[in-house]
């Protein structure tokens, strides 16, 4: 039952981080990536403080968990996230989750480095069609996975955006793993969730007041006071998944549920067709179906 509970968090999470990447991506066209990867974290962190109250979370935990707790949030939140709404400024929502789908590539290699898990070929073949499907659809150019007024990335744009969603499936890879190692000390999945937003959020804020991001930030809100609640609704769905996603990575094998959160790209792409009133392009959808095989794959090695 509980691997159930943890698979089916898995898909809940890869929903409502969806949604957020929608939203939020929508939101950092207007003002600014920097931004809305500040302003999102007082939001996450007071709901997720919240719930813990509602949910008389256990805080204990020991010094060592609090440190993976820590790390992970810092490279899965602050840097991950800053190198996803970049990229998804340049090559649009859709083919950025796509490309951080590829996480689960990274999760697999190093949770046979650190967790111990032995590499099947199947779970080799599954890489490969996971990394073939992704550059299916970024060779494809294709304007359905674009933000409205967005154009297409060419050249080195588009390697470079490509790079900056490598980058961020690379860092929540390491924070997975982090984090499946402090949870497998006992902590609390909710009180995890509280203390990697809180750990990232401080290094976050940090590095935008010695860049001067706080300025442009407020003036942002200021000129579009609707994206307050915007903003809300958003972190909301973000601070709903990263609850689900420590259940799903404490009861479930790291790789399934890397795999199930894989599904991020086809949630973004058939929401944003939706939202947007777009068809996506028969490539996006068959590289997005192409590339959870792959993961689906990994998952049952």
């Known amino acids: 039952m509980s691997a159930g509970i943890g698979e089916i968090a ?13 939203i939020q991506g929508n939101i950092g066209r207007q003002i600014g990536s920097n931004s809305v990867v500040i302003l999102r974290m007082p939001y996450q962190i007071g709901i997720l403080g919240l719930l813990c109250l509602i949910m008389n979370a256990d805080t204990s935990t020991t010094l060592y968990a609090f440190g993976l707790l820590a790390v992970s949030g810092i490279i899965g939140l602050a840097l991950s996230d800053y190198c996803l709404y970049k990229s998804i400024n340049i090559v649009g929502p859709a083919m950025a989750v796509l490309i951080l789908s590829s996480t689960t590539v990274f999760t697999v290699i190093l949770g046979r480095a650190f967790l111990g898990e032995i590499l099947s070929l199947q779970a080799w073949a599954g890489i490969a069609i996971t990394i073939v499907g992704i550059l299916w659809v970024i060779t494809g150019r294709s304007g359905s996975i674009l933000l409205p007024g967005q154009d297409a990335p060419t050249g080195g744009q588009l390697i470079f955006g490509a790079l900056l969603s490598f980058g961020a499936a690379l860092s929540m890879s390491f924070s997975f793993i982090l984090l499946k190692m402090a949870l497998q000390t006992g902590v609390d999945p ?18 935008a007041y010695t860049r001067g991001w706080f300025k442009p930030a407020w003036e942002g809100i200021r000129l579009h006071p609707a994206f307050i609640w915007l903003l809300f609704i958003s972190c909301a769905a973000a601070a709903g998944g990263m609850w689900f996603s420590s259940v799903a990575f404490n009861l479930a094998p790291v790789g399934v549920a890397a795999t199930l959160i894989g599904l991020q790209p086809i949630m973004v792409t ?17 590289g997005s179906l192409v590339a959870f095989g792959g993961t689906a794959l990994i998952c049952l090695r």
Do not use: E, F
């Open 10 to 22: 898995a898909i809940t999470t890869a929903l409502l981080w969806g949604v957020s990447n929608l």
């Open 190 to 207: 909710l009180w995890a969730s509280l203390i990697r937003p809180i750990c990232g959020g401080i290094v976050l804020w940090a590095l």
């Open 270 to 286: 058939m929401l944003g067709a939706l939202w947007y009133k777009r068809q996506p392009s028969l490539r996006v959808v068959a």
